[in-house]
């Protein structure tokens, strides 16, 4: 039997997100990511 298991990784909670220069998307870069609180 083989199981799957879908697990999302967001940006954690206690880190202050930034947006990019250009304000098109998230700066990921050097960004602490945790498991998403739904999934656990």
């Known amino acids: 039997m083989k ?3 879908a ?3 967001v940006i954690d909670y206690n880190v202050k997100i930034r ?3 250009d304000h ?3 700066d990921l870069t050097n ?3 945790a ?3 739904f999934c656990e």
């Open 19 to 21: 947006v990019k220069a």
């Open 35 to 37: 498991m998403n609180p």
């Open 3 to 5: 199981v799957l298991v």
């Open 7 to 9: 697990v999302k990784r």
């Open 31 to 33: 960004v602490k990511m």
């Open 24 to 26: 098109s998307d998230v």
